[in-house]
């Protein structure tokens, strides 16, 4: 048995996504089937299927932000049933390793995305990878029960779907990961799907300054109505004087959601001696490696690096999506526009040109 359903497939990397019938198994016993209703595009999904992270996962079916309602259940999966609406995450976790046992599930284990653990096939009955764990590029997908959150809010699908990844990495970096404290100077380099985020995170926070910086005026601009206090566009020379100037000195805490190796060497160039830089940003293999002065850490400065905010996916997307219902978190506004599937290669052209917040393909 398997379910026929419509996905954009990525045959070639850097090539366009083909729209085609593919198959999904009936789900495995701890497996869930999710009726999608809306995925969003972020950069990870891009850099995938561009080939920037390289690997041979050829042919693949992308996208790992989702939300749906649930289709069909595995036999021993629980607390999920035939018609919840459910967010969708990449993160799967099997309980057992090392990582999950002391509640790390981002770093799980069953974090692989192994080929023989595919349930989807192509028409000719060709393997094709589950991108991301997820391979929400599709009408349909089948997932671990433990990437799944299911909700009772009312909040469009479009909405929820932010919340598979953008949102929770961008925010619970820093709730999670850096802690941060209350009234630090901020600085949030890239200001995208994951930086407007981070910069909401740390408006709750009352940071101040919360100084944004991008390389594009539109981001900054939306930075701004997210909740940063000043912008820096990054394409001046002098970007760490610039904050500095602004900060009346280094700042406390500079996270990079930019996949920019140079900005992970100037965050520790603003940062104050006993400040945190947190890396975020995941940049193409080639561009990837980074000096850092030792020097600067054993000053005291902090260097973190954050797996999707070090999320727990069943605690915090509720937390989440009840502050959106009390007005404290913006969904809405980080969407650009929504596209039916066939027109998912423009919605990544868009994304790519520096347009987009966050795209999002509605089923
Ligand atoms: N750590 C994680 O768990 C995790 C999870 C999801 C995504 N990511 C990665 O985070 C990054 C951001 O993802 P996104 O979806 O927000 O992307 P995005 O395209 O929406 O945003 C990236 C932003 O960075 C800006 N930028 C690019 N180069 C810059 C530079 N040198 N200086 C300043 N700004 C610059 C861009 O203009 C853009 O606004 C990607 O690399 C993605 O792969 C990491
Ligand atoms: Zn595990
Ligand atoms: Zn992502």
């Known amino acids: 048995m398997s379910t026929k359903v419509r996905a954009a497939v990525c045959r070639e990397f850097g090539g366009a996504l083909q ?28 850099s995938l299927v561009r080939g920037r992270w390289g690997g041979t996962l050829l042919p693949m079916v992308a996208g790992h932000e989702g939300a749906g309602v649930v289709e069909a259940v595995g036999e021993q999966v629980q607390g ?11 993160v799967r976790a099997c309980g057992q390793c090392a990582a999950c046992r002391i509640d790390h599930p981002v770093s799980c284990d069953q974090m692989l995305f192994s080929a023989e653990r595919s349930p989807l096939t192509d028409a000719q009955n060709g393997l094709l990878h589950q991108g991301l764990a997820t391979a929400a590029f599709a009408e349909a997908c089948v997932v671990h029960q433990s990437q799944l959150v ?12 932010l919340l598979g990844c953008g949102v929770i990495t961008g925010y619970c970096s820093v709730s999670n990961v850096a802690q941060l404290p209350k009234r630090q100077k ?17 408006a709750a926070q009352r940071a101040w300054p919360l100084v944004a910086v991008d390389v594009l005026e539109n981001k900054l601009q939306a930075g701004l109505e997210f909740g940063a206090t000043h912008a820096v566009n990054a394409t001046s020379n002098d970007v760490v004087e610039q904050v500095m100037e602004i900060c009346a000195g280094p700042a406390d805490y500079v996270f990079v959601t930019a996949g920019s190796a140079e900005m992970f060497s100037a965050s520790l160039d603003m940062l104050s001696k006993y400040g945190t830089s947190v890396i975020v940003g995941m940049p193409a293999d080639n561009e990837k490696v980074f000096a850092v002065d030792a020097h600067k850490l ?16 069943q605690r915090d997307i509720p937390k989440l999506l009840d502050r959106h219902q009390e007005g404290a978190l913006k969904l809405a506004e980080l969407i650009s526009k929504c596209y039916p599937l066939e027109e998912i290669n423009e919605a990544i052209a868009d994304v790519e040109a520096g347009r987009a917040l966050r795209n999002v393909i509605r089923f």
């Open 298 to 313: 054993t000053d005291g400065r902090r260097l973190l690096g954050s797996k999707m905010g070090d999320v727990r996916i």
């Open 19 to 46: 729209i085609e019938m593919i198959r999904l198994a009936e789900p495995g016993p701890e497996q869930v089937r999710v009726r999608l209703h809306a995925t969003a595009i972020c950069h990870s999904d891009i």
């Open 150 to 161: 299911k909700y009772q809010h009312s909040v469009a699908f479009e909405y929820a779907a």
């Open 80 to 90: 999920l049933a035939v018609g919840d609406k459910v967010v969708v995450t990449l």
């Open 186 to 202: 901020v600085v949030v380099i890239g200001v995208g799907g994951l930086g407007l985020n981070t910069i909401q995170a740390a």
